[in-house]
């Protein structure tokens, strides 16, 4: 499904965030992506995202380039990715309804299916008392919460969530993860960094561990042990 | 494609109002631009107008000798109104220069009776000619030195042409005029191109604050038009918004200096020229206003769009 083709990215000061990576994620797949800060796990994110291009090697999604997709395409392609960030990037300006429906009226769906899908994804992730809350008034928790259900009300081919646990305390981590497990189990394909050994043991799924640029571990039933 | 452009004129409404910081500050700035580009056109009529009245008070006279016929000084008339030059010509029979004469020295009672002693009426008649261009007296005062029609039998019907005695005091007229026409186009040019920039700085600013924000919609799907189109909205709304506020300032502003305009200016009531124009003030303040934020923002998203 995902397929990272020795991908190499340089920096302008020579730094090699990534080199020549290759890596394959099958469908329904879920994929912890451990390692230091440094070691290239958000650097492979946006490759993933098309947010930034390999210096060498390709990203392939289905078999299709993604980088070399053209601009109407690869927004297409956006909205088959659901993204969680660690610093969640809410919109500030729009209350955690508007911005689960943002995701939905970015892609096109119409009024009836916001209305009906938006309260739903908001009541998986537990919130749906708080769906007028402004992310200001949310806990870091509560924000990260909002921004799964932005993530998943698409139903994406894919959940990527880079350190989605890192800002949070430990029982907002725990109920993170259960709703990533719980994501997967429903058949998405999850993807997530973290440098967190709890998170890691907890999912017990597969962990590619990643040193200065490079896969210098890849275990299909793993805990960490950097 | 309906849909889509009602969920961005909403998000677009509704982040204008929320982000109400960010919003003052642009609405102020847009205003202060706005202000400045009705004052421009405040002075500039000003200017076009003060500057009308003084090239309407430049004339030529042409002064016929005593003999010369009524349909030779008609033939000139007529002669002269043919150039593309002369903006109108007024002919005073010499009857009626008599008459002028002496209700002017109507207190001179020695000139008055040397003028009765006269037989006849010493005086010729009088065409005036006034130019389109203070510039063009010059050619026009050549037309008449120089045209057949002038003379009849050889015999000038001519006495003179005011020109050359005026002629230093018209030349320095046309080049102040056309100095400050440039110098007001050149100023104006400064002040509107130093108001877009403020302007167009001030909303760039205010889009800088939301680059993540825009990533952020381009990393959950959406369209460059959709990402785009709210600030759009949110700058025509700061325009709109900032227009309605120039414009009323604008109406006591010019209610306040009328009376002062309106002595200085020789009669242009700045007042009324706002009130009368207002329609086009309206369209061009609201336009300007439109234009700048709508052109503002797209100019200011646009770099963060490469997402």
């Known amino acids: ?226 | 494609m309906m849909t889509s452009m009602k969920r961005i004129l909403r998000a677009g409404f509704l982040a204008f109002w929320r982000n109400s910081v960010v919003s003052v500050a642009s609405v102020f700035v847009m205003t202060v631009t706005l202000s400045v580009i009705g004052s421009i056109i405040f002075t500039q009529v000003t200017l076009q107008t003060t500057l009308a009245q003084i090239s309407d008070k430049v004339d030529v006279n042409v002064y016929f000798v005593t003999t010369a016929r009524e349909e030779d000084i008609l033939a000139v008339k007529t002669a002269l109104e043919g150039l593309p030059e002369v903006a109108a010509t007024e002919y005073v029979t010499k009857d009626k220069v008599y008459q002028d004469f002496r209700t002017r020295h109507e207190n001179d009672s020695l000139t008055l009776q040397a003028l009765d002693e006269l037989e006849e009426n010493p005086l010729g008649a009088i065409l005036n000619v006034r130019a389109k261009e203070t510039s063009q007296y010059a050619s026009i005062a050549q037309f008449l030195e120089t045209s057949d029609l002038l003379k009849k039998n050889e015999t000038p019907i001519i006495d003179k042409v005011n020109y050359q005695q005026n002629r230093a005091a018209i030349d320095k007229l046309a080049a102040i005029i056309a100095s400050s026409e440039k110098i007001g186009l050149f100023v104006t040019a400064i002040l509107v191109v130093m108001s877009i920039l403020i302007t167009f700085n001030t909303i760039r600013l205010a889009i800088f604050t939301s680059k993540d924000e825009i990533t952020v919609m381009r990393l959950v799907g959406a369209s460059s038009a959709f990402s785009r189109g709210p600030f759009i909205v949110q700058g025509i709304m700061a325009g709109l918004s900032s227009a309605v506020i120039a414009l009323a300032i604008f109406y006591p502003l010019t209610y306040w200096l009328a009376p002062f305009t309106t002595d200085f200016f020789s009669g242009l009531n700045l007042f009324s020229y706002y009130v009368d124009n207002f329609p086009q003030f309206f369209l061009m303040i609201m336009g300007s206003g439109i234009a700048l934020g709508s052109i503002s923002s797209v100019l200011a998203v646009r770099k963060y769009l490469k997402v």
């Open chain 1, 1 to 226: 499904m995902i397929y990272f083709d020795k991908v190499t990215k340089t920096y302008l000061d020579n730094l090699k965030a990534l080199d020549e990576v290759t890596l394959s994620i099958e469908p329904k797949e879920m994929v912890t992506i451990v390692g230091h800060s440094g070691a290239g796990k958000s650097t492979l994110i946006k490759m993933l995202l098309a947010e930034d291009e390999p210096t060498t090697g390709s990203v392939y999604f289905e078999s299709v380039d993604i980088h070399s997709l053209k601009r109407s395409l690869l927004t297409q392609y956006r909205r088959r990715i659901g993204i969680i960030f660690q610093d969640f990037r809410l919109l500030p300006h729009k209350t955690a309804y508007e911005n689960v429906a943002f995701a939905m009226e970015a892609a096109g769906r119409s009024d009836e299916e916001i209305e009906s899908d938006v309260p739903y994804a908001l009541e998986l992730v537990d919130l749906r008392e708080k769906i007028w809350n402004f992310p200001s008034e949310l806990s870091g928790g509560e924000r990260q919460r909002v921004a799964i259900a932005r993530a998943i009300v698409n139903q994406p081919d894919v959940l990527v969530a880079d350190e989605p646990t890192g800002n949070l305390d430990p029982m907002n981590t725990y109920d993170v993860v259960q709703i990533l497990k719980k994501i997967h189990d429903l058949g998405t394909t999850v993807i997530l960094t973290t440098h967190n050994k709890g998170v890691v043991d907890s999912i017990d799924k597969r962990v590619v561990t990643m040193e200065k640029g490079k896969i210098i571990k890849d275990v299909k039933h793993g805990k960490l042990t950097l």
